[in-house]
Structure formats: C-alpha cells, structure tokens
C-alpha cells in the first residue's frame, strides 16, 4: 500500500466571510473573546464540528493572525482542536513556525485547554493565552479535557507565557451547553458519540 | 488581509522510497522502533528536521497506518512532531480521526512524547504506544519535552493505553547526541538555535 505521505485541512467555508463580517474591534480580551465564542457557536449552527473557537492576534497591533474552530470530525483529525489550527494557521501565513520572532502574539480560546492544546502552548511562540469556558464547564457539556499538570497555569506562566482564564465565561458555556442538549457528537474513541 | 484558510504539510521526499525499502519485519516492539530511529537518522542526515521518527502500525496485522518525522522547521509548524505527523496522516489514509475504530493500532516513536504529543495521544484512538530515548536522553540533546502530569504513563494506562518506554534506547538516544553534537537547530522559541 502507498503511503499517505500530505495532511491538510482546510477552514469550512462559512468562515472567512463571517469574519470579515465581524466589525467589532478586538482591542480587549473580551472583545477578542467575543469573536472566538462567536465562531464556537457559528461552527455549532453549520454543523462544521464541537462548539469551540480560536484566535490568534497580535497584541499591539490588533491584527488576526489565525483563526479556528473544531474540525475534529469535519476533516477527521483529532488533532484539529480549534487552537491547533488557529495556531497552525497562523503560522502558514506568517511563514514561520515561531509566533513569537518579533512580535507579540496572544491565543485566545473559547475553552480551557485540553492537555494536547496546553502542551502545543510553548511549542508554538505565543506569548499569552486567555480562555473563556473552564474545564469544569466542558466537562458539563461531557467533553474529556485530558490529564494536565495540576500546576498547568503556573507552568505556563513559569515559561513567559500569560494566562488569564473566565473571559466571557457565561457566554463561552452557554455554547458548550446549547451542543450538549442538542446531542451533538463527542469525538472521544471511547465514546461512540463521536462515530457519527 | 485575507485570512489564511488552508494548513497543509507534505513528508520530505526521500521518506516513502526509504521505506518502501525497508524489508525487514514489523512484528515486535524492537522491530518496529529499528525503522522509527532509522527515520529519526534519515530525517537529520537529509536535513529535513529534527531527530524524532514515529510510526502508526496496526498490531495484529504489522500494516502501516502513517510515518512520520520531525517537520517543524521544514514545514514552518510547531505540532508537527513525528507522532503528529504519524497519526494525522494515518487518520487520512483510513479516513478516520478515530484511529482505534474497529482495530488496535499501535504508536511507535523514536522519542518519549512531548507534553502535547502525550496529549494527543488518548485524541487519536490508538491502543498503546510505544517509546525509544527518554526524556533524559531528550534533554541531555537540549530538547525539552514540555510540562507533563507527574503520573503521565499512568495516565494513559488508565484510558486503556497500553504503554513501554525504552525499546532501542541507546540505538534512539544515538541519534539525539549526534543531532546535538552537531549544532543542530533546537527548534524552541526562546531558544535562538532555532531560527536558522
């Protein structure tokens, strides 16, 4: 058998325009909270995959580097969490694996971490992170945020890298809470509501 | 500026001729992780990333699922570690980003996981993974492995992930040394060496 030997994943497409459509300033976590709960629930609504959104900006300047939702079950990689490929997309098109060579660069996440995106963190040259639904809440909504650090937050922050966590909180879980009741999948290899 | 909408990465050349050559058997751990260091070797000799292969192999029938090497320089992203790059090709060639539906699959890397890979792993489906050099031996290269849980093998042992460490350790942690020994970029973001 021929090896696959190319991944790619490709945003769905009600995405750019939405975000071109987005005209609120992101200058504020909550402002730039506001937009990633926004893509959690517009990915919800388009049926595109779980209720999670990212952003990545620039801190200074305001500007979108990289934006995410879940693609787990729409392009059938576990590893196409939302902040996965804010970040990877970011890094496409800044041409450099290191977001942070120059320039200041914030992740911005609807959800806490899960211990793959925490892990991706350091790796991946940004230089602070704020979430805005906590685990406690995912785990609600019956997502598995896998096993971290019990000083996650402060390993972080051991390396440089700033955390704030509840922005928007409320908002961020509604959307968490709103999929959980419509049944919508869970992709976990343990629980068959990912099979879908 | 347009959003960049579309990630993408594709194994270096030299990697699907390397091994369609490779005839020997894929039946025990050590066989296994004899071709997850050979690539690990190749990938550094052919300068196309850091010294980290991994494999994705179904255990009872020895069929190779996905290969993967370090490309985080050679593709400009910070996931894409050998078992990232193993797994999500595997979960495209089966179409699945649920890589334990239906068979066992194994994980075989060249290196103990990363904080994030270690995180991705119960994502992925797969069965049971296995490791090569240790996280001293990662090290002692400068490679840092990332924060993880204190009881991170247990962790998976807990989600009915079977876990070994140290197949082919010296054979493993050679590779990281020369890789060292020679100035090899250390792709990390406080960490200058990797900016060439």
């Not at 490709?10 to 459509?21: H, K, S, Y």
């Not at 517009?42 to 620039?58: D, L, R, S, Y």
Request: charged share 20%; proline share 4%; glycine share 10%.
């Amino acid at each position: 058998m021929a090896l696959n030997t190319t991944c790619s994943f490709t945003l769905p497409g009600w995405l750019e325009p939405f975000v071109a459509g987005w005209d609120a300033p992101l200058a504020s976590a909550e402002q730039r909270m506001a937009l990633a709960v926004a893509l959690a629930a517009e990915n919800v609504k388009h049926h595109t995959g779980g209720p999670f959104g990212a952003i990545v900006i620039e801190e200074h300047s305001n500007r979108l580097l990289g934006v995410g939702v879940n693609l787990v079950t729409a392009v059938e990689l576990s590893m196409a969490h939302a902040e996965m490929v804010a970040v990877s997309l970011a890094q496409g098109a800044s041409g450099h694996w290191n977001l942070g060579a120059g320039k200041e660069v914030q992740l911005v996440t609807s959800c806490e971490p899960c211990a793959m995106c925490f892990g991706a963190v350091p790796w991946s040259g940004v230089r602070s992170i704020v979430w805005g639904a906590c685990r406690e809440d995912a785990e609600a909504a019956g997502f598995d945020e896998g096993d971290k650090p019990a000083d996650w937050q402060e390993s972080l922050e051991r390396r440089g890298i700033t955390t704030r966590g509840g922005v928007l909180r409320r908002e961020a879980a509604r959307v968490l809470a709103r999929y959980a009741s419509r049944s919508g999948a869970i992709y976990h290899p343990e629980n068959s509501r990912g099979e879908s």
